[in-house]
């Protein structure tokens, strides 16, 4: 078992920035990839970014690729997600998961946070 805790969400304006945590206990954190997915309300929950467990490499959401930024430090089992530039439609409820490799699937995933909420406002 891994235990997810997501942190950092919060209300803030367009333009500005977030950086969330997700917090891992439990199992070798470094032997698994870590994603961060989003579901706003009445949505199907959305892939956000990775970071693959053998060499960090990141990928993004083509509407994320040059906002957010994923990182994460293995020593303290983090993985940080740096929004910048929000945009309204970035509102949704952020979840960090962990699995075996990196995809875009949300049905790849063996555990998951509980989630944290973005608010961006106009």
């Known amino acids: 078992q891994v235990q997810l805790v997501e942190s950092g969400g919060g209300l803030v304006q367009a333009g500005g920035s977030l950086r969330l945590s997700c917090a891992a206990s439990?199992?070798?954190?470094?032997?698994?990839?870590v994603s961060w997915f989003r579901q706003a309300p009445g949505k199907e929950r959305e892939f956000v970014s990775t970071i693959r467990r053998s060499d960090g490499y990141p990928y993004y959401a083509a509407s994320e690729k040059d906002r957010f930024t994923i990182s994460r430090d293995n020593a303290k089992n983090t993985v940080h997600l740096h929004m910048s530039t929000l945009k309204p439609e970035d509102t949704a409820v952020y979840f960090c998961?962990?699995?075996?490799?990196?995809?875009?699937?949300?049905?790849?995933?063996?555990?998951w946070g509980q989630g944290t909420q973005v608010t961006v406002s106009s």
């Open positions: 998961a962990v699995g075996d490799f990196s995809s875009v699937n949300a049905n790849d995933y063996k555990f």
């Open positions: 439990g199992r070798t954190f470094s032997n698994y990839a």
